[in-house]
């Protein structure tokens, strides 16, 4: 929901030490144009644009490009991520690990926008879900979790880093 521009600052400490980093805002959030389809083929297609256009600036090396999302952008990374093994690494921050926890965590007044995003198909909701997708991304993820977040989705974030650790893929949670 904010501009990628006011994630200069933390991409300027990735950056100082050797890294590209590619900051998007997903479609329907900050000054991007779509709608929000909360981690859904739009988004996960920007974040893909995105990696291309970084890989082919002059002076970035491939191999040490790494993505850092929040929320629905840290899903959208991590959904991106499947197709980009030469990632360094992911960071993912507050992100939504699994569609169904995320919607019954909602308060009801706002499960309708929720819907409004992703439909009802169970189908765009696996394709929304990072849990879905654990053992498939080879980068090394890194996750933050605040506090405040409801119990299903520290439920997800657990069964996420589970299923890495199980397949001994490189997993950190703090």
């Keep these: 929901g904010t501009t990628a521009r006011s994630m200069l600052r933390w991409a300027l400490r990735l950056a100082q030490r050797g890294y590209s980093v590619g900051i998007v805002s997903l479609p329907g959030s900050g000054r991007s144009a779509g709608s929000d389809d909360r981690s859904g083929p739009a988004s996960v297609t920007a974040v893909d644009a995105a990696l291309a256009r970084l890989a082919h600036e002059p002076g970035v090396d491939p191999k040490r490009i ?23 690494g992911i960071v993912a921050e507050d992100a939504h690990y699994d569609p169904w926890a995320a919607y019954r965590a909602l308060p009801e007044a706002e499960r309708a926008a929720f819907l409004q995003a992703t439909g009802r198909d169970s189908a765009a909701w696996r394709a929304r879900s990072p849990l879905a997708v654990a053992t498939r991304i080879t980068a090394p993820v890194l996750v933050l ?6 119990a299903p989705a520290t439920t997800a974030v657990e069964a ?5 650790a199980e397949k001994h893929l490189f997993i950190e949670t703090r």
């Design 66 to 88: 790494a993505l850092w999302g929040m929320q629905a952008g840290a899903g959208s990374a991590l959904l991106a991520a499947v197709k980009h093994p030469e990632l360094a």
């Design 160 to 164: 996420f880093a589970a299923l890495r």
């Design 145 to 150: 979790q605040s506090d405040e977040v409801a």
